[in-house]
């Protein structure tokens, strides 16, 4: 079977753990967001891509999701001592992948050709693209600070700001990267990961072509809210800003229209008949994934889910 | 006493070390060769100014006069996993140094200026001035590859090229960097280090309105040749090469004219007399710093030695 899923950090990598994990013969090709990179230090940091690229080649931290495991800070503090900024934590062997990066797109290569070199030396079996090789930035309006990088928001001020909206800067020049527009043409299903849908997953839609070669596709999307809180991370409190109750309902009407089912939790079931009634297959199970087994279990589930409506 | 010293790296951070513990009343500062400085992985690396202030701050490792002590190597490993280079040896600690210099060169702030934060910061009560805020490029001209950069004759190439000469691209350009001049005219005396005379002295000695206002001034020399041979680097392999016998005399001819003295091991005393004949003084003693206490046994002889010959 051939899927793709639309990913953006933490929340996604624990899927894509659990679909990798799945199933040997499973060909998965990753599209990820790259809304979230940004220049730091000289370094052009690309957290969502590092992420997906670290846990497919085993060298992610279980126990933060993001960054390398058996991480040492030596650098960051450092870095510190002289006066530096610390707060974007860039452990030492993660800031090889910033530093080569960088060189490498400072000479004219591409950021999906630089990821292909990366993994392929990490001997990464799927395929990771960027959704652009072209940068986009996500933008978060806030009422206390008028409109901020994405970084600013989410790492530096830790989430608190109030959101008024969003806008990712760039993306009308933005192409599909290499392979992103061929490998959804090809693919059985597509997986939209349990990823923020505000800042993860509609920068990755609203790349030029991506959405209409999305719709002739069968969409499944897994809830990154379970039982009106998100599982990580500011999605719910996004929503409730916004003015919109945050619950797997919610994440359902994000996708209307574009998904043909979604995976909720089976603490979530009351809500099943409301996706219904929106023309959305509903199926539930264990979403929270806290041990590999969770992970693993939810990619089988889904790669079933997927086999049921494809059918 | 107010001392300012002329220095290189290794080498000329022991007798640095040993100057700054020899008086706690010592009034030092350090006049370093950026000629070695390079762009490598995007960053601006200046070795010979890190070796000086690592060394002053007691943050150098002892054991290879260069880099960090209790450095870990996390950030070179992964990079040559990533097809990274790795001839330049970074450690994780030390990239600190070199990603916030950077940054703040590009910034458009002086070396000078980011030096001296640093140095605050670390707590070296000495100052430590690059002889230029401009750059300038010790170029290598050799018989096996005509022209190359210093650090790939030096690091990559482990200084195995045939030397032919030597030039300082950019030197014409360079003004001294503020307050090496006005150092120089407030000092007692200079001390040149047991530095490489060609590519770390030469470098600072040929910058601009440097070498008249060292003319006014009394001078001692450190050899780093002993026996006919380096205490660690290519010197005498460098005068060899350039058809000049390598000994303490040859470093005495090639500041001939500059100094009033010079200090040589114990083992060259039967070349006083040729030192003598030159017009320089000659001190004798034990210049092969090994331990600190080498390298402060020194230090104190230097002083006594300069307070000899200002009277």
């Given at each position: 079977m051939k899927i793709v899923a639309l990913a953006g950090g933490v929340g996604g990598a624990k899927l894509i753990f659990g679909l990798a994990r799945a199933s040997d013969t499973l060909d998965l090709t990753v599209i990820v967001n790259t809304g979230d990179d940004f220049d730091h230090l000289g370094m052009r940091i690309c957290p969502d891509i590092d992420t997906i690229c670290y846990t497919l080649a085993g060298l992610a931290n279980p126990d933060t999701g993001w960054g390398r495991v058996d991480?040492?800070?030596?650098?960051?503090?450092?870095?510190?001592?002289?006066?530096?900024?610390?707060?974007f934590r860039l452990g030492d062997k993660d800031l090889a992948t910033h530093v080569e990066r960088t060189k490498r797109l400072n000479e004219g290569q591409t950021l999906?050709?630089?990821?292909?070199?990366?993994?392929?030396?990490?001997?990464v079996k799927h395929l990771v693209l960027p959704m652009s090789d072209q940068e986009v930035a996500t933008i978060v309006s806030t009422l206390e600070y008028g409109e901020i990088p994405f970084q600013d928001y989410f790492v530096k001020k830790k989430c608190e700001p109030t959101i008024k909206s969003f806008r990712f800067a760039g993306i009308n020049n933005a192409d599909p990267a290499p392979g992103v527009i061929d490998s959804i043409e090809q693919a059985d299903a597509i997986v939209i990961c349990p990823s923020n849908p505000w800042v993860s997953i509609d920068p990755i839609i609203n790349i030029a072509n991506i959405l209409p070669s999305l719709r002739q596709k069968t969409i499944i999307a897994i809830s990154p809210i379970v039982g009106g809180k998100s599982i990580k991370g500011p999605a719910a409190k996004m929503y409730s800003e916004l003015g919109i109750q945050p619950s797997a309902f919610a994440i359902a009407k994000h996708y209307q229209n574009l998904i043909k089912a979604i995976v909720i939790d089976d603490q979530d079931i009351s809500l099943k008949k409301d996706m219904t009634n929106l023309g959305?297959?509903?199926?539930?199970?264990?979403?929270?994934?806290?041990?590999p087994e969770d992970k693993i279990n939810l990619g089988k589930d889904v790669l079933n889910y997927i086999d049921r409506i494809i059918r």
């Amino acid at each position: 079977m051939k899927i793709v899923a639309l990913a953006g950090g933490v929340g996604g990598a624990k899927l894509i753990f659990g679909l990798a994990r799945a199933s040997d013969t499973l060909d998965l090709t990753v599209i990820v967001n790259t809304g979230d990179d940004f220049d730091h230090l000289g370094m052009r940091i690309c957290p969502d891509i590092d992420t997906i690229c670290y846990t497919l080649a085993g060298l992610a931290n279980p126990d933060t999701g993001w960054g390398r495991v058996d991480e040492s800070w030596n650098f960051i503090t450092e870095l510190k001592a002289i006066g530096g900024e610390d707060w974007f934590r860039l452990g030492d062997k993660d800031l090889a992948t910033h530093v080569e990066r960088t060189k490498r797109l400072n000479e004219g290569q591409t950021l999906s050709k630089i990821i292909k070199d990366f993994c392929d030396l990490w001997n990464v079996k799927h395929l990771v693209l960027p959704m652009s090789d072209q940068e986009v930035a996500t933008i978060v309006s806030t009422l206390e600070y008028g409109e901020i990088p994405f970084q600013d928001y989410f790492v530096k001020k830790k989430c608190e700001p109030t959101i008024k909206s969003f806008r990712f800067a760039g993306i009308n020049n933005a192409d599909p990267a290499p392979g992103v527009i061929d490998s959804i043409e090809q693919a059985d299903a597509i997986v939209i990961c349990p990823s923020n849908p505000w800042v993860s997953i509609d920068p990755i839609i609203n790349i030029a072509n991506i959405l209409p070669s999305l719709r002739q596709k069968t969409i499944i999307a897994i809830s990154p809210i379970v039982g009106g809180k998100s599982i990580k991370g500011p999605a719910a409190k996004m929503y409730s800003e916004l003015g919109i109750q945050p619950s797997a309902f919610a994440i359902a009407k994000h996708y209307q229209n574009l998904i043909k089912a979604i995976v909720i939790d089976d603490q979530d079931i009351s809500l099943k008949k409301d996706m219904t009634n929106l023309g959305i297959i509903p199926f539930n199970t264990n979403i929270v994934m806290k041990t590999p087994e969770d992970k693993i279990n939810l990619g089988k589930d889904v790669l079933n889910y997927i086999d049921r409506i494809i059918r």
